[in-house]
Structure formats: structure tokens, C-alpha cells
């Protein structure tokens, strides 16, 4: 769920969360299992775009840019009349596998680690304790942590001093990422 943990709430060891986006067949495979239809694929030089409905109480829809070359999945989620959150943007720090030859579904498996900003208010970085606790248990081993770490700290430091702006700090990166709504 994208936003804060609620206060006190227990933080349980688990594996990465790994997700399939099959451009081919139009299909998100969550970290669940569960399938869901695809409205939009793009593939572009530097990642995948994906826009899909969502059947989710506190979200209608879901907009992604994965960002192999960042480590990097980048949503805006839709949230329902009630449920909006304070960010504007949802960062998952993770590692990214572009289909060899530009074919096949492309795999995420997630790092724990997530950024939240909203432009001109505030960036943060969130389930450090996550991560503590995965490579603690197992789950993931030092040195794929201490990457996560570092991905985290640049992004959300080039975030910070760009205003708090994700899309500025991604254009002093050289991307500009198309959006439905912004």
C-alpha cells in the first residue's frame, strides 16, 4: 500500500516482493499472482511505462515507470475521493530485468526501500526497518542492501534539492516521463 505504515504497526520479515510486466500479452502480474489487464504499455530507450486499472478500495488506477538504469519504479496512484495520500509520487527502489533482446516480460523484484515526495513539501524515505530486517533474516544479502541504501540516499537527496521535485531532479538526469494526469 503506498504511503506511511500505520504507528506501531508490526514490521515482518519477507521475501523481495517480485513483480511480471508482459508487455506481449498486456498483463501485470502483482506480487500476489494475480493477473491484471494492462491499458497502456510504452517502451522506451531508458524504461516501461504501464497504466492500469486498479480494483483496490483506496486507488482507481495505477501509473508506473520502470527505470532500469536507476534502479528505479516511479508510480502515481489514483487515489479514491477520501483515501488521497499527501505524495504526489511513490518511488520502489528495486532492481529491474529488461527482457534479453527485447523480448519476454520484464521482472522487478523490490529492495524494501521506498521514497515519497510532493513537490515543494517533502521528501522521505521510507522501510528502512524493512530492509534491516530482510537482510537480517536472509532475504537479501549486504551488499544488494547497502546498494539499496545508496539508491535510496541519491534519490531522494537529488529529489530534496531540486525543490523537492521529482520531475526536476529526473530531468537534471536527462528523463522527462510522460504522464496521464500531470
Request: net charge negative; proline share 7%; hydrophobic share 40%.
Amino acid at each position: 500500500m503506498p504511503g506511511r505504515r500505520a504507528p506501531g504497526a508490526a514490521v515482518v520479515a519477507h521475501a523481495p516482493k517480485r513483480e511480471i510486466f508482459d508487455v506481449a500479452a498486456r498483463a501485470n502480474t502483482d506480487p500476489k499472482g494475480f493477473v491484471r489487464p494492462v491499458d497502456v504499455f510504452r517502451e522506451t530507450a531508458h524504461g516501461l511505462y504501464m497504466a492500469r486499472e486498479a480494483d483496490h478500495p483506496r486507488f482507481s488506477y495505477v501509473e508506473s515507470w520502470l527505470l532500469p538504469a536507476l534502479d528505479l519504479r516511479i508510480t502515481d496512484f489514483h487515489f479514491t475521493p477520501g483515501n488521497e495520500k499527501e505524495q504526489e509520487f511513490y518511488v520502489d527502489i528495486m532492481t529491474i530485468e529488461r527482457p534479453a533482446g527485447g523480448s519476454g516480460p520484464w521482472r522487478t523484484r523490490d529492495l524494501y526501500l521506498d521514497v515519497i515526495c510532493r513537490t515543494g513539501a517533502f521528501t522521505e524515505v521510507l522501510d528502512g526497518d524493512e530492509l534491516a530486517l530482510a537482510i537480517a533474516e536472509g532475504f537479501l544479502d549486504p551488499d544488494t542492501g547497502g546498494r539499496a541504501m545508496e539508491t535510496a540516499f541519491a534519490v531522494s537527496t537529488g529529489i530534496a534539492a531540486h525543490g523537492h521535485s521529482l520531475p526536476e531532479w529526473l530531468r537534471s538526469e536527462g528523463l522527462s516521463l510522460e504522464w496521464l494526469r500531470r
